[in-house]
């Protein structure tokens, strides 16, 4: 069952513009990661928010949490072509005393030149 | 440098065929887990190990067993490959709950079945 959901499927916008992606998960969670993937690589971490969280920053992303939503976002501000790339948010399920990520179908970014 | 390493970046399987895929981790990481990408669907979670020898069902464990039998490898095995399990397989490991908890992944092998 995918718990993270990110909208929209696919962006795509000029260099320079900003990015918003979004993910709406079902269950509490304890945090939220964003991992980010190119073309036909592994998944690399971006940035991880707490539940008690509700912004973090990290260079250039900028990421929000609402639990009362069940809803998180991520913003990439002055957008440059090495942006592209697939974007997910993951988040922890608890299974049998261990925790399974679990993650949504992604956003496929591109960053028109 | 942390590292999680695939055995194989890509590989062609007949049909019928055991397979192994094989992920080890440099981190000392209790929990590993397999996925499979494939497009529209996201990353699905196959199997995961939270200690050696410890294994649990993922979203689709159909068609698939694990191993783990040291606490730097986990290993994914096709039994009898098919054709519908051509797929991008990716591996990630992660620290025990409660340490930092992100998740490192390896490059990805893209297997065909033919």
């Known amino acids: 069952s995918q718990q993270g959901e990110e909208d929209p499927q696919a962006l795509s916008i000029q260099e320079g513009e900003n990015a918003t992606m979004n993910c709406s998960y079902k269950?509490?969670?304890?945090?939220l990661q964003w991992y980010r993937q190119n073309s036909g690589r592994g998944l690399v971490h971006l940035i991880l928010?707490?539940?008690?969280?509700r912004e973090k920053h990290s260079g250039r992303l900028r990421v929000t949490l609402d639990t009362s939503k069940k809803s998180s976002s991520l913003l990439i501000t002055a957008s440059r072509a090495a942006d592209t790339a697939s974007y997910f948010c993951?988040?922890?399920?608890?299974?049998?005393?261990?925790?399974?990520?679990?993650f949504g179908q992604g956003t496929r970014l591109t960053i028109n030149p | 440098d942390v590292k999680v390493t695939q055995s194989s970046r890509y590989l062609v399987k007949r049909t019928g065929e055991k397979v192994f895929l094989e992920c080890v981790q440099d981190?000392?990481?209790?929990?590993m887990f397999w996925y499979r990408q494939d497009p529209g669907l996201g990353l699905r979670l196959i199997y995961f190990?939270?200690?050696?020898?410890?294994?649990e069902k993922g979203d689709i464990p159909e068609g698939y067993s694990v191993s783990r039998e040291k606490k730097e490898r986990f290993s994914l095995i096709l039994e009898s490959a098919s054709t519908n399990q051509t797929s991008m397989y990716l591996c990630?490991?992660?620290?025990?709950?409660?340490?930092?908890?992100?998740?490192?992944f390896g490059q990805g092998t893209r297997l065909t079945v033919v």
């Open positions: 990630a490991s992660r620290a025990r709950w409660g340490k930092n908890t992100e998740a490192f």
């Open positions: 269950t509490s969670i304890n945090n």
């Open positions: 928010i707490r539940s008690n969280e």
């Open positions: 993951a988040t922890d399920q608890a299974i049998q005393g261990a925790q399974k990520l679990v």
């Open positions: 981190m000392d990481h209790e929990n």
């Open positions: 190990s939270y200690d050696v020898k410890m294994k």
